[in-house]
């Protein structure tokens, strides 16, 4: 599996696909939720198998940290340690933009998840697209 900083439109309509697949089709998240007005603001990443999309997640800079976004991986690329990689480019990505503050807003199914890689737990549980989330930080 290799992971991209997406540089192409090719290459991030590949990011929206896993997303779409992911948290519209398999979440219920409406698409003009899923796909904001912070598309353009936002680093994009996307991990292949091969030449096919299977993992995609975001980045930004909000408030000092660095936000990290719609994490998701295709239910056959789930348990390869794919997410924990992507997780990884984006948290080194991070640190090459000088930013050592990372946030953001879990599933809380996927608390443990992003426990095991550092996150912390810094909120109250809240709805987002109808699903609930904490929001969790890791300094690095």
Known sequence: MRIKVVENQRELEDAFTVRKIVFVEEQNVPLEEEIDQYEDDATHFVMYQEDS??????FRVVDG???????CVMKEARK???GKAIMNEIQSYALMQGLHKLKLNAQTHAIPFYAGLGYEVVSEEFLDAGIPHKTMIKEV
């Not at 999309?53 to 975001?58: D, K, M, N, S």
């Open 53 to 58: 999309p299977v993992a995609a997640g975001r």
């Open 65 to 71: 940290y660095g936000k990290v976004e719609r994490i």
């Open 80 to 82: 390869t340690g794919a």
